[in-house]
């Protein structure tokens, strides 16, 4: 079922991964990630740092992370497998397009908070990446952030899911749909070749 594969398990611990990576910064804002791997994916959790406090009309930085608001002020984030599969946080990720695949990999919102400063968000990778790098590319172009590529080990990833601890046999649950808006991204970047081979738009 796609919408199990896309879930953090609940009858799981998740191990807590030593990954605390600045994906991209200036000298106004910072965004980094931490992760925890469970048996299916790894879920991230992209954090954001403002030195001065956000004054749109929002009034805090979640929109912007969340994908709620202004399309063209949001934190862009993809990754790449080594294998070269690639996923983003950019539209939804059950519209799958006929393409249910479990090795399509997908990046599923999960809750975040968020204040004029300070913003977090979790986001959970399904399925787990192969062995190799793990690129993942962020910017938010409105607050000066262009495209950066920080890279991972899979590895790390995938020792951390063998000791991932199993509380009690799964119980189904219904699935749920949802929509959400599509994004501005740069021209002429990763974000927009990756746009553009989803659509089938050259």
Known sequence: MA????????NEVPISMAIDAILAENHEVVVFIGARAF?????FTPEARARLAFTDERGHMLGGL????DPTDRLL??????DGRRCTNLGHPLDFDGDDS??????SM????????????????SPLPPSG????VCAWPKRGLPETTTVLSADDILDAALRVRQLWPWEPEP?????????TVPEGGWFAEHQAQSTGHS
């Open 102 to 107: 479990a090795e399509r990999p997908v990046l």
């Open 77 to 82: 984030l993809g990754i790449e497998f080594s």
């Open 66 to 69: 969340h994908g709620h608001g």
């Open 175 to 183: 699935e749920l749909h949802w929509q959400t808006e599509p994004p």
């Open 110 to 125: 999960g809750g975040g908070n968020g204040g004029t400063r300070s913003s977090d968000i979790s986001l959970f990778l």
């Open 133 to 136: 790098d793990l690129r993942l």
């Open 39 to 43: 048996s299916n994916g790894v879920d």
């Open 3 to 10: 919408w199990r594969r896309r879930q953090r398990p609940e």
